[in-house]
């Protein structure tokens, strides 16, 4: 008699189980429909309405240098992990972070610091470290989908200080190819600077708060289609 009473509770603990599992995939898939439908509402409404691109932004996190940091006056400074002079060996100091967020979505975007050591003018080298940090990332966030941003061309007036940021179309081609090779989503934003020359800042390498809004419709793009 015990071991019937004991088959029948570890029945009705499997039958709990499974009715907790339907209801929590039932639950996952409408909140991934309802994320769908709004980053698809944002890109379509962005003509008329810029700023609901922000709201569009769900489980995700932004990596990155200064460029990404203004990021944090349109986005919760949580999931902006980003600081001014960093280089893609800061990726170190956040994986925690990332574990923790468990994110869908990965965005990162370094280079203008990496390109300026001697040590990343070997372009392969500086790709094979880089590729090394997006594995890092995919290990602590395993379900996550990684976004790598290409690094965005700089201005004449940047070039003359740093010669090797015009080499920045040969790095974003290498960088293209591996992500290709290994699975990760390449966004190129190359045509961003040609697009809009009037929103580098005096330095020629950052950009205006104002450039933003069309760095996240690429992003949102990359994810929603667009």
């Keep these: 008699l015990q071991q019937e009473i004991s088959r029948g509770r570890a029945y009705l603990k499997k039958l709990d189980d499974q009715s907790l599992s339907s209801i929590k995939n039932t639950i996952d898939k409408q909140n991934e429909s309802d994320e769908l439908a709004l980053g698809k509402q944002a890109l379509k409404d962005y003509a008329k309405n810029k700023d609901k691109l922000w709201g569009a932004f769900k489980n995700y996190v932004l990596i990155g240098d200064s460029r990404v940091e203004t990021f944090k006056l349109f986005l919760p400074e949580t999931n902006v992990l980003a600081k001014k002079g960093t280089r893609i060996t800061k990726v170190d100091d956040y994986l925690g972070t990332i574990k923790n967020i468990s ?3 990965v ?3 370094y280079g203008v610091n990496d390109l300026s050591i001697p040590a990343y ?4 080298k500086y790709i094979e470290v880089y590729q090394s940090y997006c594995e890092k990332i995919k290990k602590a966030a395993p379900d996550a989908t990684i976004y790598v941003n290409s690094i965005i061309p700089v201005n004449s007036k940047a070039i003359n200080k740093q ?3 015009k080499n920045i179309p040969a790095y974003n081609a290498k960088l293209k ?5 290994n699975g990760y989503k390449y966004v190129d934003l190359d045509s961003l600077a040609k697009q809009y020359p009037d929103e580098y800042e005096q330095d020629g390498i ?3 708060s104002s450039f933003y809004k069309y760095w996240a419709y690429r992003l949102l793009s990359s994810v929603y289609g667009g």
Excluded: E, V
């Excluded at 003018?121 to 392969?124: G, L, S, T, V």
């Excluded at 190819?177 to 090779?181: D, L, Q, R, S």
């Design 103 to 105: 994110p869908k979505y």
């Design 177 to 181: 190819a591996m992500c290709k090779k």
């Design 206 to 208: 950052h950009f205006k």
């Design 163 to 165: 010669a090797n940021y």
């Design 107 to 109: 965005f990162i975007s």
């Design 121 to 124: 003018y070997n372009q392969d």
